[in-house]
């Protein structure tokens, strides 16, 4: 039997490069190789290919001077790996020159989970596990994320943001004549008048969050005035648009992973019990102190709420194969909101993406093949539309 070729992409030019190539190891390593031919492809913190069977310990040693840099045309009669060096070890390498059957980007953040490496696999018209490039990019984007969820009646927190370009011209008192797109934005206002109205409309201690990223970077939970003007300094960083939430009280974090193109299934809920404030990237990668609560101590018809709505928030923002979505639970009232929905989430075996289906009665590997299987439906699907059109007149000529 012919195996499937999958090549895995991971690294990135991305604050999580780190976390990518831990969740990619883990998935290599556990796709099945009587089935699988593994491809691995690394993209440096330059953004350069890295391919070959070394990739890993390369980008992990953080080595750029390699002759094995590579590219994905975007030309859809390609789909391979083409070197983009001379070098007579490149050419040897046996990853290049085939086609691949599958992509299975494990990339976290902008540049990799944002949409568009799913634009670049569109257009090399290569089968790609998750999100397709609409879902990734208004799931990387946590305002427009939050919109979606508002229109389709998911419950979210109160939440406002700006542009930092407009935070700054506030504070340089320099005249201000953007049009609001929408009623949660900031703009117009001096720095004095955005912070009252942070103040008065999501109280303290309020998130600040980079729109466009994950793995908490960038993200600070201030208490008060002081550290508020510093995050939102630290928040634009890593994004020009900054997203302010009201703190969810005393909240539990329940997550609930999601797998399925246009009808998907979600499994039973799981809880984080951060070992800080909150679950910031200490508590997530380095202090190793968080705990993962699987299934979740939930009374049922809850549990089956959130479910639900975890599907509704997959669908409103257009996902595709898999997303982990995650809420924050008050714990007085039993109130949820959707906090956010990772279209590609951690995937190491301890994460909770994988840890969940595997409490659902869905294996690691079962998992794997299932993403898989999905991704080349959607592809089938797509290629089955018509890319170009036959005008009755040649009219363009
Ligand atoms: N509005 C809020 N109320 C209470 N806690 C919050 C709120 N927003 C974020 N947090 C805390 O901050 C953490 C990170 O926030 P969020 O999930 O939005 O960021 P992220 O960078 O996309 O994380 P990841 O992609 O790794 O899940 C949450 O897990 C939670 O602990
Ligand atoms: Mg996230």
Redesign the pocket.
Known sequence: MKKTRVCVIFGGRSGEHEVSIVSATSVMNALDKSKYEVIPVGIAKSGRWIAGNNSVQLLKSGIEDTPFYAMLPADPNEQKLLPTTNSVEARQLDSLGEKFDVVFPVLHGPYGEDGTMQGLLELANLPYVGAGVLGSAVCMD?VVQKQLCVQAGVPV?KFLWMYYGDWQQAGMKLSNTAIPATPQQLSNLSQAEIITKIETELGLPV?V?PAN?????G?TKAHERKELIHAIEEAAQYDHKILL????PN?R?IEVSVLGNTQPKASVPGEVI?SNE??DYDA?YVDGASTLIIPAELPAELAAQIRETAIRGFLACSCEGMARV?F?LERQTNRFYL??I?TIPGFTQISMYPKLWEATGLSYSQLLDELIQLAIERHQRKNSLKTSYQPKKEWYK
């Not at 990223?213 to 970077?217: I, Q």
Request: proline share 4%; aromatic share 12%; charged share 30%.
């Open positions: 946590k927190v998130f969050k990223m994950g793995s908490s970077v993200i939430e009201a703190a969810a909240a974090e951060p909150f679950y997530k995650d924050l906090n956010e990772n």
